[in-house]
Every structure is written in structure tokens, then in C-alpha cells.
């Protein structure tokens, strides 16, 4: 049985990588006030993006590159309890 020896400091580098990882999907989002956002919110370790509704502990999604009324490369920090709908691109 051979038994590797990993330094403390890359399985924290490992643990990061997997906790911070960057996994970007494009999404038009509608809210409660009638706008309609789209732009992209990064997944990270999930699955997919309805796990960003349904299993995610944040109260907030971060839009980012969002396009709404005219403006471009914004990023938004919206609130899950005004989300009307939320439609992925494929």
C-alpha cells in the first residue's frame, strides 16, 4: 500500500478551486416590477441553474454583463423573492 503525503497548503488550494470554481450561464430573468434582465450568473459548484433557486442559501443572485433598458456590462444583485421567472439559454 503506497501512501501519499499532500502539504496542507494544496488541499486548501484543492478545497478552494472546488468552493470558488467559475461555471458561467447565460439567463433571462423577469421580476415582480415587469423588467426583463438577462445576463449571466456563474453556478460555481452546482449542477445547474434552477440549484441557484432551489439550493442555494443566498437571498441574492449576482447577474453579471447584464443588458437592461440600454445598458450593457452591468452586474446586479437580485433579490430571489422578486423573480417572476428565470429562463436559461442552453
Known amino acids: 500500500m503506497e501512501v501519499m503525503i499532500v502539504p496542507p497548503e494544496k488541499l486548501y488550494e484543492k ?3 472546488d ?3 467559475k461555471d458561467y450561464r447565460r439567463i433571462t430573468v ?4 415587469g423588467s426583463t ?3 449571466e450568473v456563474n453556478i460555481g459548484i452546482k449542477e445547474r441553474v434552477s ?3 432551489t439550493k442555494g442559501e443566498s437571498q ?3 447577474l453579471t454583463n447584464c443588458e437592461n433598458r440600454g445598458c ?3 452586474v446586479l444583485f437580485i433579490n430571489k423573492s422578486h423573480i417572476v421567472w428565470a ?3 442552453d
Request: proline content about 4%; cysteine-free; charged content about 30%.
Open 15 to 17: 478545497a478552494r478551486m
Open 19 to 21: 468552493v470558488f470554481k
Open 30 to 33: 423577469r421580476t415582480t416590477d
Open 37 to 39: 434582465l438577462m445576463g
Open 51 to 53: 440549484d441557484l433557486f
Open 60 to 62: 441574492f443572485i449576482v
Open 72 to 74: 450593457s456590462g452591468k
Open 87 to 89: 429562463e436559461p439559454e
